[in-house]
């Protein structure tokens, strides 16, 4: 079997997700149940309906794949608990897809919940053993340094990145879901402080609590559900288990490039014929990256050919039209999965994007370690 034999034959059945904000009084876990529920009472399945789980530990130390089970309640066949850091969601919908065709599982639920926000959870820790003794605690560093690069080769400008977080917070005001509705001008942009030089306090994501849940069939189950189908059509991943040491790998990433070339030839579709885009930006130049990794645009020119309202609703590629990391939630990219299923099935009113059939999300995690992409079709 080889990947194209996968096309359209697997489908995202039921999303389910929390309120996203300070959630003091409920776990990551409990979270991950409430959006587990969730996404089950919107596929209209029942909890013994599900024979494979897969868990993603959140930050905090929690997603603990017994521990996530046994709150369920289930007696799944198949499932564990998978690491990619931000590239997990789009790992577990490979695996599940896998399992799916061969016929060793039915119905399969991934979930992934976190408080932290409330935990305050400290994202620099991982980068301790490596990087500490460099004096690099953020692990925002290696963004920072290779958008500087980006500036250097390039041209590209503080005020074209700009352009990013302001995109996202037009959408997010659209999106009762987000967690930041506060308007954003250019001037609020460029007058905030540097986080890391030139990165500022506006082209980095924003940390919440929340849960969110997927169940995923296969095409011939899908059709006996309660809400439309939405197809997999594509899905790659590729690792690059040294990306962190060249910040030139950050933006001009060679995994981002295999999994598109990967992504693209599965679906059997290309660039042209993707109306939306939605890119797991724990960072601004997240979106940069993946627009010229992709193919979207030359590389080296994203900055430039991001202007003009390109990426914004109504434009010509609208780019994570739910506000994205920046400006809905940090959801190490589950968010985006969500949303994208629903603007297929039509349901994200004043933000639907207009006779939407064909849309992808990328994913990247760690320090770029991690790299995945997936296309999806109504």
Known sequence: MGPRDLRDQVCIVG????????????????LAIDAAKAALLDCGLQKDDIDGLFVQRSYGGQGDYLKVGLMLGLNPRVGGAIDGSGATGCYMIQHAALLLHAGMANYVLLVYGTNQKTNRNRFGEALLEEHAPYGAFNPSLPFAFAFRRHMHLYGTTEE????????????????????????????????????????????????????????????????DLRKPPVYLRGIGRQEAFRAY????????????????????????????????????????????????????????????WIQGGRIALGGELPVNVNGGQLSETYMV??????????QLRGE????????????MCTYTGGLREHAGALILRR
């Open 245 to 304: 040491e060249t910040p030139d790998l950050v933006m001009q990433s060679f995994q981002q490039k295999a999994v598109a070339k990967m992504v693209f030839d599965m679906a059997g579709v290309g660039v042209k014929d993707i109306q939306a885009l939605y890119v797991q930006d724990a960072y601004s130049p997240a979106v940069l990256a993946a627009l010229e990794n992709y193919g979207f645009c030359p590389q080296g020119e994203s900055g430039r």
């Open 15 to 30: 999303v389910g997700d929390t309120p996203q904000g300070a959630i003091p009084d409920k776990t990551g876990d409990e």
């Open 160 to 223: 074209q990145l700009a352009t990013v977080a302001l995109t996202q917070r037009k959408h997010a005001l659209l999106n009762p879901k987000a967690a930041q509705r506060t308007p954003l001008i250019l001037d609020d942009y460029l007058s905030a402080r540097y986080v890391v030089w030139p990165l500022r306090l506006f082209d980095y994501c924003y940390i919440t609590d929340g849960g969110h849940a997927f169940v995923l069939t296969t095409a011939e189950r899908a059709k």
């Open 333 to 342: 990219g589950w968010q985006n999965t969500c949303d994208a299923v629903r």
């Open 348 to 359: 994200c009113g004043p933000r639907q994007i207009k006779d939407v059939e064909l849309l």
